[in-house]
Structure formats: structure tokens, C-alpha cells
């Protein structure tokens, strides 16, 4: 209903990484609007070294000082059974999950090591499937769920010295994709954020008056809207940050079959028609119904063009 309030009353939301930065503006948001928060932390540095309670602790204490109810966990996201377990012992369930613990490894392409290319999929991607795959019996048994996955515009684009993050980051675009749509007759919806703000994690490339200006605040109504019982969008993917909010969706050429009956089809002509592939004066906007129909049709208007 338009003009009531977004509450979360007895609902239970399992935000991952929420010590700093974005997670603990959507934690104390969440909270602030009446729900059980799960305050995930490992606690380590931006690169994913070390780990300790502080971090969670000091959001649950802010939480509780305002009134509020949160409860801390300082497992790694790698370990997300023992995450969610956290939720389903203090509060007998869970509705919704912020996958936003993240890292970086920022690297060249070629001085990226193992190690580096490893723990930046295990902590992005790993973390979020394991988070999802332990809450998603409870989700679907109670007919009621929401997950927003954390993406970047670097997984979106790509970016310079990010290839193991954009990696791991437009893999969680795929996750919630698939989410998306075996969750659906469960009432279980699924959405990827690409944020922008200052935080710890972009301390390092952003300046002072950059980091004030892209507060952690103007990302978290979006996540909110998106978690709640009332918001009915699922399997979409919106660009946030500085109190802007876009969506973003697939665009494809109108395309051309060039196959010709008995004739062999050879690289030249792929050449030859270049500017018609790549032409999008006629370009459509696919959805997932097409990934199994697209060659179907094709086929179909192969053999009535003959
Ligand atoms: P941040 O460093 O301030 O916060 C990330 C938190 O995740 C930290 O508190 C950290 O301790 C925690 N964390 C790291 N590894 C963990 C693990 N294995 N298990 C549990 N917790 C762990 O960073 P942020 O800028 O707030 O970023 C939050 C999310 O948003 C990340 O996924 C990041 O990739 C994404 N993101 C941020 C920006 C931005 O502009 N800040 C842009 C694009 C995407």
C-alpha cells in the first residue's frame, strides 16, 4: 500500500559482511524497521586477511542501543551452513539474505595468483550458493523468501585488475538468475544489486569528497523495497549509488541467419555480414523464456522460409 511503512515485524534477515560499509547501513536499516537481523562478519581486512568479532559486535550493539534486535556471527561466509544456523537457532527461521560479504584481490590479469583467483570465488560466489543452498529448504518450506545478491558494475563491464572479481561478481548475477526462477512458485524472489558507495573496500581509488558523497544510506532503500512481503520483482539486476537507481536488462541484435540450403557456411560470409549481426536499430530485450525457445523459433522460420 502506498504511503504505509516498509516493516519487517517478526521477520528474520541473515545479512552477510554487515560489520561495515554497505551491510551495516542495510543492517541497521533492517532493524530500525522492526526486524531480527543476523549480523555476519568474519572480520578480516579488505583483502580477506584475518578475522575477529568487533566488527559484527559493534553493529549489534548500535542495533540494540536503538532498540533493536540483532545477533552476531563471525563465521565465514565460506562456512554458510554454520550462517544460517546462527538465524534458525535465535530466531527459528529465516526470510531474507543479503549476500554482501565481499573482498577484493585487485590484480593485473597475469599477477593474479591462484590463491588470489581462489578465495575472491569462494568468498563472492562459493559464499553466496552456500548461504542460499542452507536457507532455501526453510524458504521454500514456509512459502516465503527474498535474496538480493551483491554484484558489482566491475562483473557487469568488467574492470581493469578485477578479472577474478568480475568473474566471481557476474556469477552471482547468473545464481540469482536461476534463484529467480526455481523460486518463484515458492514465493521465493531473487535480485542482484551492482552498488556504488564509499566504504573501506573503495577507500583506496575513491577521494574524501567522493567517499562522503556515495554514503552506504542511499544504496539500502532499494535492498529494503526489494526484501519485502509487498515488492513483487524478481530476477532483475539494477545499478545503485549516490540516491540513483537504474535497472538493467540483456539487449540483442535483431540478428541474421545466413545459412542457406546446400550451401556451406564459411567465415567470409560471417565477415561479409558483420554490420547486420552486430546492427541493433532492431534489437529486442531476450528474457530467460528465450534461452530455451530462441532456437526453436529459428528453426521454425527456417522451414516455412523454404
Ligand atoms: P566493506 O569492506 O566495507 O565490507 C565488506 C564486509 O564483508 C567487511 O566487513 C568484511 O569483514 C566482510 N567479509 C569479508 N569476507 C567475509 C567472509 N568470508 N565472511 C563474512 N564476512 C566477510 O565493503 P563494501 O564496500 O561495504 O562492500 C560490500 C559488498 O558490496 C561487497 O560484496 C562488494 O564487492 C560490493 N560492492 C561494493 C561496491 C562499493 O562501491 N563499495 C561496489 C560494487 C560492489
Known sequence: MA?????FDGKVVLITGAGNGLGKA????????????VVNDLGGDFKGVGSGSRAADKVVEEIKAKGGIAVANYDSVEFGDKVVQTALD??????????NAGILRDKSFLRISDEDWDIIQRVHLRGSFLICRAAWPHMRKQHYGRIIMVTSSSGIYGNFGQANYS???LG?????????????????HC???APVAGSRM???IMGKELIDALKPEFVSPIVVYLSHESCNETGSLFQVGAGYFGKLRWQRSEGIVLREDGKVLEAETVRDNWHRITDFSKATYPTAKDSTNFMTHILKDMDQAH
Do not use: H, M, Q
Request: positive net charge; without cysteine; hydrophobic residues 50%.
Open 3 to 7: 504511503n504505509s511503512p516498509l516493516r
Open 191 to 193: 535480485n542482484a544489486i
Open 26 to 37: 542495510y543492517a541497521l536499516d533492517f532493524a530500525a524497521r522492526g526486524a531480527s537481523v
Open 90 to 99: 535465535n530466531f527459528g527461521k529465516i526470510d531474507i539474505i543479503v549476500n
Open 172 to 188: 552471482a548475477v547468473g545464481l540469482s538468475n536461476t534463484l529467480a526462477l526455481e523460486g518463484i512458485k515458492y514465493n521465493i
Open 167 to 169: 568473474a566471481a561478481k
Open 202 to 204: 573503495t577507500a583506496t
